[in-house]
């Protein structure tokens, strides 16, 4: 049976729960996107100072004590995994292990303490290599321990970022340690999407009917006998069912006479349908963060990557709306664009490829941009930047 509420998906969790997920991860995302989006571990460029890294992790500070073994329990509910797993306690012990590496690399950053630094290395490695060598599969677990690699992958960018050159780990190490960061997160979040995505499908309703080969004239009794009948497939329709309950149907015959097939509305029908799922698909992976967890992921992606060239110099002044304004500085993949002149806060973004961009507004939202030679960016709010 249909809802009443076309298109609306299946919830799980409530809407507050929801909330409490998307404002965790929003609030690292744009945390790490202010504190960390100008860094380059692979070519050391833009190394944040002492203070911007202690100002990001105090921003932090409430986010990180959120429980994140709650979090990982909401989305494992939303997407209708059993988590049946012996590392609950030990993840636990993960999560204290970042816990004392934030601490201490903010009395190493305040005091310059050398011993303070090293335990924030050992307990920042500690903390994400518990979730690294659990060599994670399942989908249960992978969605589980989502949340909680993530604030471990965090705590341990923001010590390596504390890191002075004297005392900074091989940059091998380092490389090697975020890349396979890099490779844990995308899989947790491809096991995410494709658990949500299997849940949506669309489904045929038919039936088949008995129908007169050649319609009986009134009073005409043998047009009517044996073997004048045939039997015809009635598509009645198609459904957007997640976990095998109709969301939303579409009829393809709406009064056709059933003798009549087929209707001619099938194919608009089974195209609503598809429409119906992939919007479900979308909005459900929003539910659960996906869409932020994408951005952590590009952020940290980001730092291990060789620079990009975009097919327009990103450098320099840019007019909106025929007024210069922002003003745009490409650090590796990484830039910052100073909004001063709209009295606004600096926004900070990434080169995804040598097309596109991603920028995050800290007083507003994150959006992406498509590069368009000689000298336009086109965001995806349909508003345009033109090079000064």
């Known amino acids: 049976m249909a809802q009443d509420d076309p298109g609306k998906f299946a919830k799980f969790i409530q809407d507050s729960d929801s909330l409490q997920i998307i404002g965790v991860v929003a609030n690292i995302s744009g945390i790490i996107s202010s504190g960390l989006a100008i860094y380059s571990f692979i070519d ?11 100002n990001a992790i105090q921003s932090l500070q409430q986010t990180l004590e959120s429980d994140f073994t709650q979090l990982g329990d909401l989305i494992a509910q939303q997407t209708q ?12 012990t993960a999560l204290a292990s970042s816990d004392v590496a934030t ?6 950053l305040n005091s310059k303490d050398k011993a303070a630094l090293d335990t924030a290395k050992s307990e920042s490695i500690a903390g994400v290599q518990f979730f690294i060598e659990l060599n994670l599969s399942s989908a249960a677990d992978l969605a589980f321990f989502l949340p909680g690699f993530v604030k471990a992958g965090t705590m341990r960018l923001f010590v390596i970022a ?48 008995r129908c007169p080969v050649i319609q009986p004239v009134e009073g005409d009794g043998e047009s009517a006998g044996a073997g004048t009948f045939k039997t015809v497939l009635v598509i009645d329709g198609y459904s957007h069912d997640e976990y095998g309950e109709s969301l939303e149907y579409f009829d393809a015959q709406k009064g056709n006479p059933q003798c009549e097939q087929p209707s001619g509305l099938e194919k608009s029908a089974l195209a609503g349908a598809q429409l119906s799922r992939s919007a479900g698909v979308t909005a459900e992976q929003a539910f659960i963060g996906i869409p932020q967890f994408q951005q952590i992921l590009q952020s940290w992606k980001n730092m291990v990557t060789a620079p ?10 840019w007019a909106s709306g025929g007024v210069t304004g922002p003003v745009i500085t490409m650090h590796g993949n990484a830039m910052s664009i100073d909004m001063s002149f709209y009295k606004r806060p600096t926004a900070f973004g990434f080169v995804v490829d040598t097309s596109d961009i991603t920028v995050t507004f800290p007083d507003d939202n994150t959006y992406t941009a498509n590069l368009q030679a000689p000298k336009t960016i086109a965001w995806s709010n349909n508003s345009t930047w033109t090079k000064a």
Do not use: C, W, Y
């Not at 995994?81 to 636990?92: G, S």
């Not at 090697?176 to 096991?191: F, T, Y």
């Open 44 to 54: 050391d460029l833009g190394q944040p100072s002492n203070q911007d890294i202690l």
């Open 81 to 92: 995994i059993i988590v049946d797993t012996v590392n609950r306690d030990a993840m636990a």
């Open 162 to 209: 504390s890191e002075p050159a004297a005392l900074r780990e091989p940059k091998s190490v380092i490389l090697d340690n975020v890349n396979a960061m890099v490779a844990l997160l995308s899989s947790m979040i491809a096991s995410g999407m494709n658990t949500v995505s299997s849940a949506h499908t669309v489904s045929e309703k038919s039936h088949t009917a």
């Open 103 to 108: 601490a201490r690399v903010q009395d190493f």
């Open 308 to 317: 990009i060239t975009p097919v327009i110099n990103l450098n320099g002044k």
